[in-house]
């Protein structure tokens, strides 16, 4: 089975904290964890490499845009995917966009007025740390947005992904899937180390308290946007090493997907002399 069909979310999305914690791809061997995990870590540092190719690729011929999507919850690891994986590739077609709350002007607008700007061009890969998808989250769990509400919302994620997909943007969807174990650990990390104390928001312990209503609120935005042409993807999350794995699969498969073709040069190249 294929990395892609492993990971795609299913109809019944149920997140568990169980399921967070698996390493479906992890080799079945004796080896002492941190070996395990330097292993992972090159197997990793190889599909990068793979994928940077697919992204030169992708830059030169200017007829494609790849944008992907990253969500998760608090400490999930959406940085770290970012750093781990894309370190090799071209900067120069690669744009990374943080969406946190909305500016008053922002909020003035339309939920995707704010996001629109930001989607890949021709030839670029944009990665969303967070997205479109925190208006269909935040507001819901704050209760600042009823049922009704939140299906329009839905529906207009939905047309507003057809209609990137319909011109040409391949999307890549990613639940980053932690679990509340773990992003307890993670966070006590950041207050024990000096050096991690500017990640650390008081405001990540109120949207943890409210942890199932989160839970509830991301398998239902999976359930209502998912489709062949922006498929989600549910990547456990509890191991980075394994985390980075698994998604540098998931991306270099949709990439080679992508049939993408070195341009024609500019000119026959065989009648070229060079004095």
Not at 128 to 140: A, G, K, T
Not at 170 to 191: G, M, P, Y
Not at 233 to 239: F, G, K
Request: with cysteine; proline share 5%; net charge neutral.
């Amino acid at each position: 089975m294929k990395v892609l069909e492993r990971f795609r979310a299913p109809k019944k999305v149920e997140l568990s904290d169980e399921a967070a914690g698996e390493t479906p791809l992890r080799e079945k061997s004796k080896n002492k964890n941190g070996e395990v995990k330097e292993r992972e870590r090159a197997l990793t540092a190889e599909l990068t490499g793979e994928l940077a190719k697919c992204q030169e690729k992708l830059y030169a011929s200017r007829k494609q845009k790849f944008l992907l999507i990253l969500q998760g919850m608090d400490t999930a690891g959406k940085d770290g995917t970012v750093s781990a994986l894309f370190s090799q590739l071209n900067p120069m077609g690669l744009r990374a966009q943080a969406f946190v709350a909305p500016t008053e002007r922002e909020r003035a607008h339309d939920f995707l007025w704010r996001v629109h700007p930001h989607v890949p061009a021709n030839g670029e890969i944009a990665i969303f740390n967070r997205s479109h998808y925190e208006d269909v989250l935040v507001p819901r769990v704050n209760g600042d947005l009823d049922d009704d509400a939140c299906e329009r919302r839905y529906a207009q994620i939905r047309d507003f992904e057809r209609m990137l997909a319909e011109t040409g943007t391949t999307i890549v969807k990613l639940f980053l899937h932690i679990s509340k174990d773990e992003q307890k650990a993670r966070l006590q990390e950041r207050l024990d180390d000096p050096e991690k104390h500017w990640k650390f928001d008081p405001n990540d312990l109120a949207v943890r308290a409210r942890w199932d209503d989160y839970q509830r609120a991301y398998e239902a935005a999976i359930r209502a946007t998912d489709a062949d042409h922006a498929p989600w993807y549910i990547v456990p999350a509890d191991s980075k090493t394994h985390r980075n794995l698994i998604t540098a699969h998931i991306l270099l498969e949709t990439m080679r997907g992508m049939d993408l073709s070195w341009p024609a040069p500019k000119a026959d190249l065989e009648k070229v002399k060079i004095d």
